[in-house]
C-alpha cells in the first residue's frame, strides 16, 4: 500500500493528529520492548538463583539426615549407661562395678548407616547411602507403595556412597510416595526415607 503524498491535505489537523498519535504509539512500543528485555533477563538470572538454592538445600539435608543419625546414636548410648547405672544402684554393695558401664560405652557400635533418595531421570530414583559404613540385607518395604514401581525389594549390600536403582511410575490415580521405608541389617524397624 502506498500513500499518494499529493492528495494529502498538509492544513487538515486531523491528519496531523493522527501522525503525531502513530509516533507516541511508536514510542511507547519501543519503551515496552526495552522493558520485556529487562525482563526476561531478570527471570533468566532468578531461575539460575533458584537453581543454587536447590543444591545448596540439597547439601543441607543430607547433613541433617547424618545429624539425627549422630543424635540417635548419643541417645542409645546414654539409655544404655541409664539401664546399666540402674541395675549397678539396685545391687546391695555399694560398690558397684563400673565395668559393664564402660564395656557399655565402648563396646562394639552398630555401623553408621543413612539413606538419601535422589531423582535420577523421569521415573528413576537411587537409594543412596550416605553413611561411613556398608548396609547389609537392606529391604525395601514394598508394601506402603501404591504406584507402579520396578525394584528389587532386598539388596545384599550397598557401601557408603553406592546406590541401588529403582523406578516409580506414578499412574491411575496412584501418585508417587512421598517416603520410602528401608531397614536393614542392625536396624530391624522400618526408617522412613523421604523420595524428593
Known sequence: MTIDWGTIDWADPPAWIAAALSLIAGAIALRALKHSKRSADASTTSAEASTEAASAAKVSAQAAVRQAAAAERQVELAEAALRLAEEGAAR????????????????????????????????????????????????????RIACGRRMDVLYTEVAPNETAKFLLLPAWGHPKPDELWVRWEGRPEWTAVPVP
Do not use: F, M, Q
Open 92 to 143: 546391695s554393695n555399694a560398690w558397684a562395678d563400673t565395668e559393664p558401664v564402660t564395656e557399655a560405652l565402648t563396646g562394639p557400635k552398630p555401623p553408621y548407616v543413612a539413606w538419601w533418595v535422589e531423582h535420577k531421570s523421569k521415573n528413576t530414583y537411587l537409594l543412596r547411602n550416605i553413611g561411613t559404613d556398608t548396609a547389609r540385607n537392606v529391604e525395601i518395604d514394598d508394601s
